[in-house]
Nanobody, 121 residues
Framework: VQLQASGGGLVQAGGSLRLSCAAS????????MGWFRQAPGKEREFVAA????????LYADSVKGRFTISRGNAKNTMYLQMNSLKPEETAVYYC???????????????WGQGTLVTVSS
């Protein structure tokens, strides 16, 4: 499956952004989807995941209550609504697809190219 992330940009602290991830090539609903992020000099970290049907979600503790992951299987698209953004959340955000539902990035088989989110203070 091919993934294309978009929606990144520059936002002030406290602002919001909505990321999108468009999938193609295989049956989208066969895959668990996730968002990860990587800040300069840091390891890639889990942000959120959503199950095949969208009925179950997981979040990193740091984003709970502020970020919302969703998917539209009919549109082969996943979203990440990010509210109350903080400067320390400046990173490249990656979408990923896999068959195991969880937070471990090593279980995700397919990755998008990433979209840069910059949060200014």
């Amino acid at each position: 499956v091919q993934l294309q992330a978009s929606g990144g940009g520059l936002v002030q602290a406290g602002g919001s952004l909505r990321l999108s991830c468009a999938a193609s090539g295989r049956t989208f609903s066969n895959y668990v989807m996730g968002w990860f992020r990587q800040a300069p000099g840091k390891e890639r970290e889990f942000v959120a995941a959503i199950s095949w049907s969208g009925g179950s979600t997981l979040y990193a503790d740091s984003v709970k209550g502020r970020f919302t992951i969703s998917r539209g299987n009919a549109k082969n698209t996943m979203y990440l609504q990010m509210n109350s953004l903080k400067p320390e959340e400046t990173a490249v955000y990656y979408c990923a697809a896999g068959v195991y539902y969880g937070t471990n990035r090593r279980t995700y088989d397919y990755w998008g190219q990433g979209t840069l989110v910059t949060v200014s203070s």
